[in-house]
T-cell receptor
Framework: EAQVTQNPRYLITVTGKKLTVTCSQN?????MSWYRQDPGLGLRQIYY???????DKGDVPEGYKVSRKEKRNFPLILESPSPNQTSLYFC???????????FGPGTRLTVT | QKEVEQNSGPLSVPEGAIASLNCTYSDRGSQSFFWYRQYSGKSPELIMS????GDKEDGRFTAQLNKASQYVSLLIRDSQPSDSATYLC??????????????FGKGTKLSVKP
């Protein structure tokens, strides 16, 4: 089944404790992206990657890191999480930029 | 600043009626448009893509694109309570390069009353 997977689905952590949210797609898509979604603010792009080893900042990159060492994986790293990073996070992928994106199931992160 | 504007709603329609959702966009260079459905706490699900002026139909859904007016809409015929969700409009600014990122609207909440 063609899909985007994310892990973990739910995470409660404390301020400053490094964490990684994994994202993987099995559709051989070139483009991958991370979004966060907060009430009233819609989807906001954190980082995106147009292909392996190519990443770039989105609209809200502060406090986040990404890497794209393999085509299928695009992990999101929070080196020192803070409470304002409490949010619902989505990974998405598409064949190429500008085409329809397919979303993972989401990761609900709470930072206390 | 590239923007996609949607009425936040809620839009309330009776079961069996036609729901009409609208979206305007700011960039005349946009080439692709998408409608996503999102249930509360779930991920956005692609329901329609449209690239050319005119109408595109898929089952109970019809997307309409008017590039001259920078307007895209989604019609849902025979609305069902299960259609109650937030509908996100997105535009693609081009193919390839950073300009190809999708720009999402904040969504319109649709409520279908039995």
């Amino acid at each position: 089944e063609a899909q985007v997977t994310q892990n973990p689905r739910y995470l409660i952590t404390v301020t400053g404790k490094k964490l990684t949210v994994t994202c993987s797609q099995n559709m051989n898509h070139e483009y991958m992206s991370w979004y966060r979604q907060d009430p009233g603010l819609g989807l906001r792009q954190i980082y995106y990657s147009m292909n392996v080893e190519v990443t770039d900042k989105g609209d809200v990159p502060e406090g986040y890191k990404v890497s794209r060492k393999e085509k299928r994986n695009f992990p999101l790293i929070l080196e020192s999480p803070s409470p304002n990073q409490t949010s619902l996070y989505f990974c998405a992928s598409s064949f190429r930029t500008g085409y329809e994106q397919y979303f993972g199931p989401g990761t609900r992160l709470t930072v206390t | 600043q590239k923007e996609v504007e949607q009425n936040s709603g809620p839009l309330s329609v009776p079961e069996g009626a036609i729901a009409s959702l609208n979206c305007t966009y700011s960039d005349r260079g946009s080439q692709s448009f998408f409608w996503y459905r999102q249930y509360s706490g779930k991920s956005p699900e692609l329901i329609m893509s449209i690239y050319s002026n005119g109408d595109k139909e898929d089952g109970r859904f019809t997307a309409q694109l008017n590039k001259a007016s920078q307007y895209v809409s989604l019609l849902i015929r025979d609305s069902q309570p299960s259609d109650s969700a937030t509908y996100l409009c997105a535009e693609g600014l081009g193919y390839g390069g950073s300009q190809g990122n999708l720009i999402f609207g904040k969504g319109t909440k649709l409520s279908v009353k039995p």
